[in-house]
């Protein structure tokens, strides 16, 4: 029987479905996270009695302070997002805009504040997936570079407060790269592709076929229980996980 637990959301498909995997294979129970109870009940029958559905709206306050008051968590993946429309900036409207910041930025906001709230036990880890999008922005994705450049801040804000309470968690952000094996990513490429007008094999062969959603979810659980990721953010590349410089380093 696993001896940890891990609460991922978004955990029924991409990047938080893989992760949700990996901590299986490394021994810990994990409560994934998603509105679709059909796709998690699919997760659970691939991953077996250690994932246990959860359907529900992870942006929702009242999801993440009542899952983490029944579960005490040793680990938080924080995934969960919303798919940006991907045009020009000028054929958004705010709602549409704003989308990523209602959905992406508001989740981790709220679960964050809840790990430090209860606060989570001494050794917890908060993981904060972020995006390559938040480095070089995107033109055709609305506000989806600035959500998870926030997301960066965020995290850096929460890991500075533990250490000033003492609280003894972990706050990590995860920066992995555009990727064409999860929906978004396949979505974000062939807009891509069609921008710079080059057929979409030509736009893949810019990128790295092994940077698959399986090894980003490696990669993640990885950060998420291994002590010597001590840093606030590391970029998830093809082979291993980078220290980001943070954010906030060059502040005045």
């Known amino acids: 029987m696993s001896t940890r637990t891990a609460i991922v959301t978004g955990a029924s498909r991409g990047f938080g479905r893989a992760t949700a995997i990996a901590l299986i294979k490394a021994g ?5 996270v998603a509105r679709d109870q059909e796709r998690l009940d699919a997760v659970r029958a691939e991953a077996g009695a250690e994932f246990t559905p959860i359907a529900a709206d992870a942006a929702d306050p009242v ?26 900036v000028h054929k958004y409207s705010w709602e549409t805009f ?14 964050t504040r ?22 070089q922005g995107s033109s055709i994705g609305g506000g989806y570079s600035g959500a ?33 094996g999860t929906a978004l990513g396949h979505a974000a490429a062939t807009a ?7 057929s979409l094999d030509r736009f893949l062969q810019h990128l790295d076929p092994t940077l698959t959603p399986e090894r980003v979810g490696q990669e993640i659980a990885a950060l998420a229980i291994g002590s010597e990721f001590d840093s ?3 970029r998830i ?16």
């Open 28 to 32: 810990v129970h994990v409560i994934g």
């Open 114 to 135: 809840e790990a430090l709230l209860a606060p989570l036990d001494p050794g917890s880890v908060v993981v904060a997936v972020s995006s390559g999008a938040a480095l």
């Open 98 to 111: 704003s989308s990523n910041w209602e959905v992406d930025v508001r989740h981790v906001f709220n679960w």
């Open 63 to 88: 999801t993440a302070g009542r899952l983490v008051d029944t579960y005490r968590p040793d680990i938080l993946v924080l995934n969960a997002g919303a798919q940006p429309l991907l045009r020009p």
């Open 148 to 180: 998870k450049a926030t997301i960066l801040f965020i995290t850096g804000f929460a890991a500075e407060e533990s250490s000033r309470e003492k609280l003894g968690i972990r706050f990590v952000s995860a920066v992995p790269g555009l990727n064409p």
């Open 192 to 198: 891509h592709a069609q921008r710079e007008g080059v």
């Open 237 to 252: 590349t093809a082979t291993d996980s980078h220290l980001l410089t943070d954010p906030r380093s060059d502040r005045a």
């Open 232 to 234: 606030r953010a590391y």
